[in-house]
Structure formats: structure tokens, C-alpha cells
């Protein structure tokens, strides 16, 4: 026998959860705007052909010197800042050095936000300067032409970093470009977080509109040197680092490792040209950039939807350095996106108060 009051539960929790889902849809109302703005931007980038095959026909070429063992150089230096960095703060919690640093489950955690803030900055000169230094070491070096009678001489020279994208060429363009690629980025970005927010709402799962730890913690912080401690940190030190190892050593190493594997054992007729496989071998790296440069963030967001955002910027990112060769233009729209996302957070922190 069917029982009416089960089925008048479940009416009424479906009605509840539907009821759940248009409010949460609703939240998004000023979201929904960003959509068509990113179909008119993308449909602009097709009509120009800034999206096809022959995209990066004229783009120069990254630093050929950059190869798979420095890429691993790159990361050993990484992974030892980490572990140094780790093992001191793990110590001083230890021994109680340091007031609002403390020892939780094996590891250092803060009971002082200001103090956790700054710590950030700590953290980045520790794990980012070895792999920097040695990027900036490493591309420098040009090794002048063979000289008959005369031994082979490497230099440090600034056309070695010209080459890997450190030192513009033309920083007045490349700082336009940035803007530019900026206004183009910022719609598309929110559009494919509303996207993502939109599935998750109608998959029943919570949303977030912060995405990203720091946000939510300048957000609901009333400690002004704390917010100056996560500006420092987030809009002006991780564009300029995220972008020299992300642009300059991953997709510099992946694009001169694709290049070097030649399929010889095919009919050199039934090949493509040269220009041909650079551009295939362009595209494929700034797909597998942007899925990199996506992952490291999953540990700072809430849920899902905002890791489609940080995808497609890192689409946008990776295409700005393969287009130019320049990490000027990339590191001018990161800072610029980061500090909108800071600037906005700040504007609307009183609705996150508690």
C-alpha cells in the first residue's frame, strides 16, 4: 500500500531542494552578463585568427637551450625550498620561538593570522629563488661560435634572457599586450566559473563565491597588515614567480622537447613542415600548461567551479608567451587579475563578515 505521508515528503523535500537550486541560481543573476561577452570575445579571436593553425606562424622561438635536465633542475630546487622551508618553520614551532607559531599533527600551523600572512611571503622566497636564480643563471649563458685555434667560451649575456622571455625587447608592447589580453581574459575567465557554478548548483552541490583561501581570508581578516602581507604575496610576488617557472621553464622545456622528437622512420614527404609540427607542438603545450597551472590551485579552493576559471587562464597565459615569447605581457595579466580579485574582495568584505 503506497504510502501518502512518504509521498508527501518527498514532494515537499523536492520542492525544498528545487526551491535550493533557483535561489542559488539567482545568486548568479549579475554572474550571467559574462556569458555572451566571452561568445563575442571568442568568435572575435576565431574572425582574426588568433585560434587556428597558423596563429604562431610568425612568433619566434623559445630559448633552445632550456631542455628536460634543467627542467629538473628547476623542480629538485623547488622541492628542496619546500622542504627547507618546512623543516625550519616545523623547528620554531617546536621549541616555541616564535608567539602564534605552533605545532599541530607533526606540522607548523598560525594562530596569528598577520603572522600566517607574512609567513606566505617567507615561503615564496624560500621555494622560488632557487629555481629562479638558477633560470636567470642558466638561460644567460651563450656559448660564442667556434673560433679555429681558439677554445669554445661561455658567457653570461643578456641576449640569453631576451631569448627565454626575462628581459623584454619591446616592454611598452608587451605591457599593451598584457592590458589588452587582460580585457579579453577577465569575461572569458568568469564566464567558464558561472558555467561550472551553474552544473554544480543543478548537480545540488554548495557553491563558493571566493575561490581561493586568501580571499576568504582577507574577506573576513580586520587586520590591515594582513591584507598588506597577502597583497604583497599574491598580486605582486606570485604573477612574476608562477610566470617564470609555469611560461618560461615548463612550456619552454615541453615545446624544445616536442620539437626534438623527429619521426624519422616516416616518408619525409608524407611529414609536415617544420612550422607545421611547432604549431601543433604550441597548442598541445598550452593545453597541458593550462591543466598544470589549474592543478596547483586545487588545494586552495573550496570546490570545483573556479579551477575552470583558473584553466582558462592559463590558457590565456600560455598563449600570450607562446604568441610573443615575452613573460612581461603574461605577468601583467596575472598581477591585473589577481589584484581585481583582490580589489573586489576587498570592496565586498562586509557581506562576509560574520
Known amino acids: 500500500m503506497i504510502n501518502l505521508f512518504q509521498l508527501a515528503q518527498a514532494a515537499t523535500d523536492s520542492a525544498s531542494n528545487n526551491s535550493q537550486i533557483i535561489s542559488s541560481l539567482d545568486q548568479l543573476s549579475i554572474e550571467y552578463i559574462f556569458i555572451p561577452i566571452a561568445l563575442v570575445i571568442i568568435a572575435i579571436l576565431f574572425f582574426t585568427k588568433q585560434i587556428s593553425k597558423s596563429t604562431f606562424n610568425n612568433s619566434p622561438a623559445h630559448n633552445p637551450n632550456f631542455d628536460l635536465f634543467d627542467l629538473l633542475s628547476a623542480i629538485g630546487l623547488y622541492v628542496i625550498g619546500t622542504v627547507l622551508y618546512s623543516y625550519i618553520l616545523t623547528s620554531l614551532a617546536q621549541n616555541k620561538i616564535i608567539p602564534g607559531l605552533v605545532l599541530s599533527d607533526n606540522n607548523f600551523a598560525f594562530t596569528d593570522e598577520t603572522l600566517g600572512a607574512a609567513s606566505g611571503i617567507v615561503a615564496q622566497a624560500f621555494i622560488y629563488a632557487g629555481p629562479v636564480m638558477y ?11 667556434p673560433v679555429v685555434g681558439q677554445p669554445i667560451k661561455t658567457k653570461f649575456s643578456l641576449s640569453g634572457l631576451q631569448s627565454f622571455g626575462l628581459l623584454p625587447t619591446r616592454p611598452f608592447r608587451d605591457l599593451f599586450v598584457g592590458i589588452i589580453a587582460f580585457i579579453a581574459a577577465l569575461p572569458t575567465i568568469m564566464a567558464a566559473t558561472t558555467i561550472a557554478m551553474i552544473i554544480s548548483i543543478l548537480m545540488g552541490q ?5 575561490g581561493h583561501s ?4 582577507i574577506a573576513t581578516t580586520k587586520s590591515n597588515l594582513t591584507i598588506l602581507f597577502y597583497a604583497i604575496s599574491a ?5 612574476v614567480v608562477e610566470e617564470v617557472i609555469f611560461r618560461g621553464v615548463i612550456q619552454t622545456t615541453f615545446i624544445n622537447t616536442l620539437n626534438k622528437a623527429k619521426p624519422a622512420d616516416q616518408d619525409q614527404t608524407t611529414q609536415p613542415a617544420p612550422g607545421a609540427i611547432l604549431n601543433r607542438s604550441r597548442w598541445i603545450v598550452i593545453v597541458v600548461s593550462a591543466i598544470l597551472f589549474m592543478s596547483i590551485h586545487i588545494p586552495a579552493v573550496p570546490n570545483w567551479p573556479p579551477l575552470l576559471g583558473h584553466f582558462t587562464l592559463g590558457l590565456f597565459l600560455a598563449w600570450l608567451y607562446e604568441k610573443y615569447n615575452s613573460l612581461l605581457p603574461c ?3 596575472h598581477l591585473l587579475f589577481n589584484a581585481v580579485n583582490f580589489g573586489y574582495v576587498l570592496l565586498t568584505a562586509s557581506q562576509y563578515a560574520a
Open 331 to 333: 605577468i601583467t595579466l
Open 135 to 145: 633560470v636567470i643563471w642558466k638561460t644567460g649563458l651563450i656559448t660564442t661560435p
Open 214 to 217: 586568501i580571499l576568504q581570508t
Open 206 to 210: 554548495t557553491i563558493d563565491t571566493l
Open 235 to 239: 598580486v605582486l610576488i606570485a604573477p
